[in-house]
C-alpha cells in the first residue's frame, strides 16, 4: 500500500476503511465480554517510551497505511474501555450503535454548524431536536430556543452570559465595569462548572455563594433565602441560581419548585434555562450537550451576535434565521445532532426510558446488597434518587473501630489504595472521592444499560478481594 503523502485511488480507500471497520468491530465484540479487561493500565511515562512498537511520536516522513492500522488497533488497546459493562467510572458510558453510526455519518459529512447554506439538514434537525426537547420540560411552541454545546460546562457557562446580559445588556459593549457586583448561588454539591462560569465570565469565584445543603444532598430553600439576603446586605446584585437535577455525587435533586418560588420573588434566574446532557443518562456517544432557553428566541442572538459579514449577510436568499452560528461564542460548532436524532428514530421516548429505568433498576440492586452487608457501609440511608451509589469499604482491620478520627484517617487511603490495585488489575472500575467531612468513598454511578447485576456482584466481589487485608 502507498503512502499518505499521496492521493488514495479508489480501491486502496476502501481497503483501508475497511480494515479501520474490521477493527472498531473486533474491538467491539470484545467490548461486550466480561472476559475482556475494561483496561490495559500503563503509566504516562511507559506510553511515551513506546509499547511494543507502538509509538506516540510523530514523524517528518509519511508512515504507510499498514503501520496507521496498527497505531489504530493499538490506541484502542491501550485506552480505557468505558462502553464495558463492567465500567462504572463516570456517567457518561456504554456504547450505542445507532449513535456510534451517527457519529461516522457526522464525520463523513464534515460539515459546520453555523450556517443553513452547508449545513441544512443538520440545522433542521438541531431544530426539530431542540423543540422535541423544550415540549418534554412544558414549554409551549411560542417560547424557548436553544443550541448544542460542546459539553455541559459550556452549557452553563452560556446559561450564566445569557442571565447576565438578560439583566445588563450594556455588559457586552461596556463590559463589567459598567454593571454592579454581581452575585450567584449554586448549592455546596452542585457541579464545579459554575464556579468555572463565574470565573471565565470576569465574575470572580468569589462571588459564587455555595448554598449549604442537607444530609442527602439537597439545597436547603431556606439558606438559599438567607444567602440572597447577605449578598445584598453585602452590596451585590444577586441575579442567577442554579439547581441541579441529579447532583454529580450523591445524584442529589434540588427541590425545584421551592427554589424556583424563591426566585420569582427575588427576580432571579433559574427557570429561564435548562442544561441537559444526552450523553448521560440517554448513553449519546460524547459530546452531545444542549442548553434550553425559556426566554424570548432572540436572547441568545441579541447577546452573542456580532454580524461576521463572511458568513452572515442579511441579503441571503432563504430565511437566515436558520444561521445559528451568532446563537454561540463559537464560529465553528461539531454537528452533535445527528446522533441523537438517529438514535431517537431507532429508540423512541420507550426505548430511552427503558434504558434509563435499567440503570436506576442497577443503583437500586446495589444499594439493597449494600445495606445488608457489614463490610460496606453506605454515604446515606435512603435509597438512591437517581443511579448513583456512594459506599466506604471496611476492611477487616477498621470493622472493629469506632467511628472517630483514628478509624476515618485509616478509612481515607482505603479507596485509593484499592482503585490503583483495580486500575494495575483492568477487570472493572470505579471512581472515589472526598466531600465535605467524608473522608474518600466510592461512587458508582450506573449508564450502561449493558451492565446486568453480575457485574454489580462482581464489582462488589473485586472490592473485597483487592482490600480486605489492608
Given at each position: 500500500?502507498?503512502?499518505?503523502?499521496?492521493?488514495?485511488?479508489?480501491?486502496?480507500?476502501?481497503?483501508?476503511?475497511?480494515?479501520?471497520?474490521?477493527?472498531?468491530?473486533?474491538?467491539?465484540?470484545?467490548?461486550?465480554?466480561?472476559?475482556?479487561?475494561?483496561?490495559?493500565?500503563?503509566?504516562?511515562?511507559?506510553?511515551?517510551?513506546?509499547?511494543?512498537?507502538?509509538?506516540?511520536?510523530?514523524?517528518?516522513?509519511?508512515?504507510?497505511?499498514?503501520?496507521?492500522?496498527?497505531?489504530?488497533?493499538?490506541?484502542?488497546?491501550?485506552?480505557?474501555?468505558?462502553?464495558?459493562?463492567?465500567?462504572?467510572?463516570?456517567?457518561?458510558?456504554?456504547?450505542?450503535i445507532i449513535g456510534l453510526a451517527g457519529e461516522w455519518l457526522t464525520s463523513t459529512a464534515n460539515t459546520n454548524m453555523f450556517t443553513y447554506e452547508i449545513s441544512p439538514v443538520f440545522i433542521l434537525m438541531?431544530?426539530?431536536?431542540?423543540?422535541?426537547?423544550?415540549?418534554?420540560?412544558?414549554?409551549?411552541?411560542?417560547?424557548?430556543?436553544?443550541?448544542?454545546?460542546?459539553?455541559?460546562?459550556?452549557?452553563?457557562?452560556?446559561?450564566?452570559?445569557?442571565?447576565?446580559?438578560?439583566?445588563?445588556?450594556?455588559?457586552?459593549?461596556?463590559?463589567?465595569?459598567?454593571?454592579?457586583?454581581?452575585?450567584?448561588?449554586?448549592?455546596?454539591?452542585?457541579?464545579?462548572?459554575?464556579?468555572?462560569?463565574?470565573?471565565?465570565?470576569?465574575?470572580?469565584?468569589?462571588?459564587?455563594?455555595?448554598?449549604?445543603?442537607?444530609?442527602?444532598?439537597?439545597?436547603?430553600?431556606?439558606?438559599?433565602?438567607?444567602?440572597?439576603?447577605?449578598?445584598?446586605?453585602?452590596?451585590?446584585?444577586?441575579?442567577?441560581?442554579?439547581?441541579?437535577?441529579?447532583?454529580?455525587?450523591?445524584?442529589?435533586?434540588?427541590?425545584?419548585n421551592d427554589i424556583a418560588d424563591i426566585c420569582e420573588r427575588h427576580g432571579l434566574w433559574i427557570a429561564s434555562s435548562v442544561t441537559w446532557n444526552p450523553h448521560k443518562m440517554m448513553g449519546v456517544p460524547?459530546?452531545?450537550?444542549?442548553?434550553?432557553?425559556?426566554?424570548?428566541?432572540?436572547?441568545?442572538?441579541?447577546?452573542?451576535?456580532?454580524?461576521?459579514?463572511?458568513?452572515?449577510?442579511?441579503?441571503?436568499?432563504?430565511?437566515?434565521?436558520?444561521?445559528?452560528?451568532?446563537?454561540?461564542?463559537?464560529?465553528?460548532?461539531?454537528?452533535?445532532?445527528?446522533?441523537?436524532?438517529?438514535?431517537?428514530?431507532?429508540?423512541?421516548?420507550?426505548?430511552?426510558?427503558?434504558?434509563?429505568?435499567?440503570?436506576?433498576?442497577?443503583?437500586?440492586?446495589?444499594?439493597?446488597?449494600?445495606?445488608?452487608?457489614?463490610?460496606?457501609?453506605?454515604?446515606?440511608?435512603?435509597?438512591?434518587?437517581?443511579?448513583?451509589?456512594?459506599?466506604?469499604?471496611?476492611?477487616?482491620?477498621?470493622?472493629?473501630?469506632?467511628?472517630?478520627?483514628?478509624?476515618?484517617?485509616?478509612?481515607?487511603?482505603?479507596?485509593?489504595?484499592?482503585?490503583?490495585?483495580?486500575?494495575?488489575?483492568?477487570?472493572?472500575?470505579?471512581?472515589?472521592?472526598?466531600?465535605?467531612?467524608?473522608?474518600?468513598?466510592?461512587?458508582?454511578?450506573?449508564?450502561?444499560?449493558?451492565?446486568?447485576?453480575?457485574?454489580?456482584?462482581?464489582?462488589?466481589?473485586?472490592?473485597?478481594?483487592?482490600?480486605?487485608?489492608?
Open positions: 500500500m502507498g503512502d499518505l503523502a499521496m492521493c488514495l485511488d479508489e480501491e486502496a480507500s476502501r481497503h483501508f476503511l475497511q480494515e479501520i471497520v474490521n477493527i472498531l468491530l473486533a474491538y467491539m465484540c470484545k467490548l461486550f465480554k466480561r472476559s475482556t479487561k475494561v483496561l490495559d493500565f500503563h503509566h504516562p511515562h511507559q506510553l511515551k517510551e513506546g509499547l511494543e512498537g507502538f509509538t506516540l511520536e510523530l514523524s517528518d516522513q509519511p508512515e504507510n497505511l499498514e503501520q496507521l492500522l496498527v497505531d489504530c488497533r493499538d490506541t484502542l488497546k491501550y485506552g480505557v474501555k468505558t462502553g464495558h459493562p463492567r465500567f462504572f467510572n463516570q456517567l457518561s458510558s456504554g456504547l450505542d438541531e431544530e426539530v431536536v431542540l423543540r422535541k426537547m423544550m415540549d418534554m420540560l412544558g414549554w409551549s411552541n411560542e417560547e424557548g430556543d436553544g443550541i448544542f454545546c460542546p459539553g455541559g460546562t459550556v452549557s452553563n457557562l452560556y446559561s450564566v452570559l445569557l442571565a447576565r446580559y438578560h439583566f445588563f445588556p450594556e455588559v457586552k459593549s461596556r463590559g463589567m465595569s459598567a454593571i454592579p457586583r454581581l452575585a450567584m448561588f449554586t448549592s455546596s454539591h452542585s457541579h464545579y462548572s459554575i464556579q468555572k462560569s463565574a470565573a471565565v465570565l470576569g465574575i470572580g469565584t468569589e462571588n459564587v455563594l455555595l448554598v449549604k445543603c442537607d444530609e442527602r444532598g439537597k439545597m436547603i430553600p431556606g439558606e438559599l433565602e438567607s444567602s440572597i439576603a447577605s449578598a445584598k446586605d453585602r452590596g451585590l446584585y444577586p441575579f442567577y441560581v442554579s439547581a441541579t437535577a441529579g447532583t454529580t455525587v450523591y445524584g442529589a435533586f434540588d427541590p425545584l460524547l459530546q452531545c450537550a444542549t442548553l434550553l432557553v425559556r426566554k424570548k428566541v432572540s436572547l441568545n442572538f441579541e447577546c452573542n451576535q456580532l454580524c461576521a459579514e463572511y458568513l452572515f449577510q442579511p441579503d441571503k436568499h432563504y430565511d437566515t434565521s436558520y444561521d445559528t452560528g451568532d446563537k454561540t461564542i463559537q464560529c465553528g460548532r461539531h454537528v452533535d445532532v445527528f446522533k441523537l436524532w438517529l438514535m431517537w428514530k431507532a429508540k423512541g421516548m420507550e426505548g430511552f426510558e427503558s434504558q434509563i429505568n435499567k440503570c436506576l433498576e442497577n443503583a437500586e440492586y446495589l444499594f439493597d446488597k449494600l445495606k445488608n452487608r457489614t463490610d460496606f457501609l453506605l454515604v446515606f440511608e435512603s435509597k438512591p434518587e437517581h443511579s448513583n451509589v456512594c459506599f466506604w469499604y471496611l476492611p477487616h482491620s477498621l470493622r472493629n473501630l469506632p467511628p472517630g478520627c483514628e478509624r476515618d484517617k485509616k478509612l481515607h487511603a482505603v479507596a485509593p489504595k484499592i482503585k490503583a490495585k483495580m486500575m494495575e488489575e483492568g477487570l472493572t472500575m470505579i471512581g472515589y472521592q472526598p466531600l465535605g467531612n467524608k473522608v474518600n468513598f466510592f461512587r458508582c454511578v450506573f449508564s450502561n444499560s449493558a451492565t446486568q447485576r453480575e457485574d454489580v456482584d462482581f464489582l462488589l466481589d473485586e472490592i473485597v478481594r483487592l482490600g480486605h487485608d489492608l
